[in-house]
């Protein structure tokens, strides 16, 4: 029972990361089921996020203008992708190894160092309200207005005569140049979108935790298709407005369920491992009982 | 022949050379120093063997193959080195393929506001309203198929038949200047391939719009269109229009052409 009472007492501050995380997995699903482009930019644009908003709040910037440089620093980072793929004709998965694999690099130099404290530096929760980074309820508040925020935005965007064509290319990428669609626009538009929501995510993690690290990135992409992949089997992806509630709620269940898993006594260095059997599974069963549908729509 | 009132001609292509494999074993001409004209209003039904060169030309004027040389003009405006999805503004296409023209994934509504808004910048207004759903609801009703009650089906539960018809629409509703029909007809039974046709004349005579359909069927070439071109080897080595056009019979025109190509059909 001792376990089961930890666990229940972490659930509100589980729950107030996910909706953090939240950002991360709209960055994965976009690219992965809007625009019909595997892409793996977020396992370094989620780290970037978070070294650029350290180095910039450490520089003496204001925390909104630094978490604003953290998302155009995203939004940079997956137009790279976008153009090596378009432009070198380089395989979607390929294109984002090669990225995030320079991020690394990139990332340790803005950071300077491979971990930086933040503790005696104003973030955007002060300006909030300085008793956030300890109330629980208030966290749960703020972080739900901005992803509510941000969700609606995402929504309307989809339904705008711009949302419609980063969606077709999705759907049928061939016939994008006979309805006057550019591949390229919608591409790097849309990658720009993801990477940036995903180091946004980043950004708001570390002036959450008061520090950034080099390795925050490591394996958040299989955390976040996790996420993405449980809020599908929940709420299905039949509308895009569905499509879009699977990441916040996949976010929200996941890390629950990680969460209960640590309770359990499982190893932090083994959730990867459980994370990664837990997503081919989830992605391979389908194939393996003969339905070979969900395998192809993820276009991996 | 190809010149109207005098006037230039609507489509003006000179001297198209396009060989695919260049400078290997199969190297092959697909078009060869192509002259092509099409006045405004003018309906041009392009027949020829496998390989003569009609697709290619098709996709050399809509941008989706680059030429080695020639011009190709709309107009006043030079297409020669403009980006495919610049030219869908004014040139549209139905394909053989009814999945290709179509996006399966997305509802018959959103299919026709993507064809809609081609060849205008696109922006942050609503993509689909009321008014636009009622355009599309009136424009679906002319093709007689039951679709106007099916605004918010997904494409790919229509059938082929009813998938190029919707093509077809869309190819129409963003008032092209020049459209093209790459056999479209063909991947149809019998009856759904009429069924098309009859729309696609319908709709052609309507917007009057200058239009270059493909074909290996020989009672359509006959019967539709105000001119016929044969094509071989990427030239044109035969262009009637008019009274000539109408006499012709296929008999006499596979007779005179020794088409042995089993593709060429007397009776589809």
């Known amino acids: ?300 | 022949m190809t010149q109207t009132d005098g006037g230039k001609p609507l489509l003006d292509c000179r001297g198209l050379e396009i060989t695919f494999n260049p400078g290997v074993a199969d190297a092959r001409k697909a078009l060869d120093g192509l002259d092509f004209m099409l006045a405004e209003r003018e309906f041009a039904v392009a027949i020829g063997s496998n390989g003569a060169g009609k697709s290619t030309l098709l996709n050399a004027i809509a941008g989706s193959v680059s030429l080695d040389r020639g011009t190709i003009r709309l107009g006043d405006r030079d297409l020669t080195r403009l980006a495919p999805y610049r030219r869908a503004g004014l040139i549209t296409r139905v394909f053989q393929d009814p999945m290709s023209g179509t996006a399966a994934g997305m509802t018959i509504e959103e299919n026709l506001a993507l064809a809609e808004q081609r060849g205008r910048r696109r922006g942050f207004r609503a993509h689909l309203n009321p008014s636009r759903r009622d355009r599309y609801r009136d424009l679906l009703r002319t093709l007689s198929l039951g679709l106007e009650d099916r605004l918010t089906t997904q494409v790919a539960l229509l059938s082929g038949g009813q998938r190029q018809a919707l093509s077809l629409l869309m190819a129409l509703i963003s008032k092209p200047r020049l459209l093209l029909l790459d056999e479209h007809t063909a991947a149809l039974d019998p009856r759904t391939a009429d069924i098309v046709m009859q729309a696609t004349l319908d709709a052609v005579r309507q917007t009057d719009v200058a239009t270059i359909m493909i074909t290996h069927n020989m009672r359509h070439a006959i019967e539709t269109g105000t001119r016929l071109v044969m094509m071989d080897a990427g030239r044109v080595v035969y262009d009637v229009s008019g009274a000539e056009k109408n006499s012709l019979t296929p008999e006499a025109l596979v007779e005179r052409f020794k088409i042995d190509n089993d593709r060429m059909r007397l009776n589809g």
């Not at chain 1, 509100?12 to 990361?17: G, K, N, V």
């Not at chain 1, 990680?258 to 190893?267: D, R, T």
Request: proline share 4%.
């Open chain 1, 1 to 300: 029972m001792d376990i089961l009472t930890a666990f229940f007492n972490l659930v509100p501050i589980t729950f107030a990361q996910s909706l953090v995380y939240s950002f991360l997995v709209l960055g994965i699903m976009i690219p992965f089921r809007i625009i019909g482009f595997p892409d793996l930019t977020s396992e370094g644009a989620f780290p970037l996020g978070g070294c650029v908003c350290a180095a910039f709040l450490v520089a003496g910037w204001h925390p909104l203008a630094a978490t604003g440089m953290a998302i155009v620093a995203g939004a940079l980072a997956g137009a790279t992708t976008a153009f090596i793929n378009l432009r070198f004709r380089i395989n979607p998965l390929l294109a984002g190894i090669l990225v995030f694999t320079a991020l690394y690099s990139i990332n340790l130099r803005i950071l300077g160092r491979s971990n930086v404290a933040l503790f005696n530096i104003d973030s955007v929760f002060d300006m909030i309200s300085p008793n956030l980074i300890t109330s629980v309820p208030l966290q749960i508040a703020c972080f739900a207005v901005v992803l509510g925020a941000v969700w609606v935005l995402l929504r309307w965007l989809l339904s705008t005569e711009i949302g419609a064509a980063i969606r077709l290319i999705g759907v049928n990428p061939d016939l994008a140049p006979s309805l006057g669609i550019s591949l390229w626009t919608c591409t790097i538009g849309g990658l720009a979108l993801a990477n940036a929501s995903t180091a946004f995510g980043g950004a708001l993690i570390v002036q959450l935790q008061g520090y950034a690290d080099i390795g925050m990135g490591l394996g958040i992409l299989i955390n976040g298709l996790a996420s993405l992949v449980i809020g599908e089997t929940i709420v299905g992806r039949k509308t895009v407005t569905r499509q879009l509630l699977a990441p916040v709620i996949g976010a929200a269940v996941y890390y629950q369920l990680v969460s209960l898993g640590l309770s359990l006594g499982l190893h932090p260095s083994d959730l990867k491992l459980a994370t990664a059997i837990f997503v081919l599974l989830a992605l391979g069963l389908p194939a393996l009982r003969g339905g070979a549908i969900q395998h192809e729509r993820l276009r991996v």
